[in-house]
């Protein structure tokens, strides 16, 4: 695999998803493909492994902190990783990799966006912080730059449901989903969740949703919008 710079502003136009690429968008990796920490405004280690499957070819990246020879025979399982289009069925050597590391296991489909209608009329841009404080508490000037594009559904003055970049590359960004309690379950999700696809195309990169398998609304919001997946991210974490 590539390290983390592999991927460029000059190649967008023929941007397509890869395993690689999900990986370079959760992750900031070292020149050696380690994983130096999670693409977040306040990162956090991230997995001591991730295993990318998809339907023609796979990648995986190791934690930087775990030990050269148990990554070395963690690399060598995952090359004999088959691609996948059953995207419910573990790796071939799930067990090896939870024994070698122990740890907990994550796993979840990653899908990728239709190119389809445009967003939505009263989908708005978020820019300030006002919009965010009665509704999501904790955001802060910083995150406005880092985690643009951020649009939302306002009701008088402000947000009750936000899309967002939860973690982003040069070249793609994941979507981050939230909504207010009490305005759940009048299909806001669906609705923002699209326009920030579209606000992310805009801006020259590949929008990309991906969640747990336990995770039953952001499944049904994934459904809503008609997204295809185009792989299964399984890890171990702390």
Known sequence: MAPNDAL?????????????????????????????????????PGPRFSLIRGKSRCAWAIRADIDDALAGQLGDLAREEPPTLDFHREPVHAKRYAALLGGRIDSGPVFTFPIGAPAPADIVAIGRLAQLEQNFRGWTT?????????????????????????????????????????????????????????????????????????????????????????????????
Do not use: M
């Open 8 to 44: 460029q502003p000059t190649c967008l136009a023929s941007l397509s998803f890869t395993p690689e690429l999900q990986l370079q968008t959760l992750f900031v990796l070292n020149e050696a493909s380690r994983i130096v920490c999670t693409r977040e405004p306040n990162p956090s």
């Open 142 to 238: 910083d995150d406005l730059a880092e985690r643009a594009p951020i649009v939302g559904v306002i009701e008088g003055a402000h947000a009750v449901s936000i899309c967002f970049c939860a973690r982003r590359s040069l070249v793609a960004a994941e979507a981050g989903l939230e909504t207010a309690s009490e305005f759940r379950g009048r299909g806001l999700g669906p609705r923002v969740t699209w326009a920030w696809a579209v606000a992310l195309r805009t801006s020259g990169r590949l929008p990309l949703y991906s969640t747990s398998w336990s995770n039953g609304p952001s499944l049904a919001v994934a459904r809503k919008l008609g997204l295809e997946a185009c792989a299964t991210d399984w890890s171990l974490a702390d």
